[in-house]
């Protein structure tokens, strides 16, 4: 079974934040169209876990504010941004995240 975190986090830098997501990109699918905030699919054998991700983002950033949420069974979500067939925010959430509801 997979696992799904979303991540909020405020005070990155922008070096930090692509650090983050280097991070996260090789724990599994990661989704980050919106500053300072990811979505992550990691498949159920993988050790990561809400405390993991708190931590890198603790020894990423100098004093970040963070949030860190394991979502379990379906979730309703509504949201607007790029929709194109070149560019569409909500393609990995159709295809990726929302495949995983429990």
């Known amino acids: 079974m997979k696992k799904r975190f979303i991540v909020a986090v405020e005070g990155l830098t922008n070096k930090e934040q692509k650090l983050l997501s280097a991070f996260l990109a090789k724990e599994g699918a990661w ?53 194109s067939d070149e560019r569409n925010m909500f393609s990995w959430l159709r295809n990726t995240w929302s495949r995983y509801n429990d």
């Open 31 to 83: 989704w980050h169209w919106i500053d300072g905030f990811w979505m992550i699919v990691v498949s159920g054998g993988s050790s990561l876990d809400t405390v993991a991700i708190r931590d890198k983002v603790k020894e990423i950033g100098d004093n970040p504010h963070c949030i860190v949420l394991q979502v379990q069974g379906s979730v309703s979500w509504a949201g607007f941004g790029p929709s």
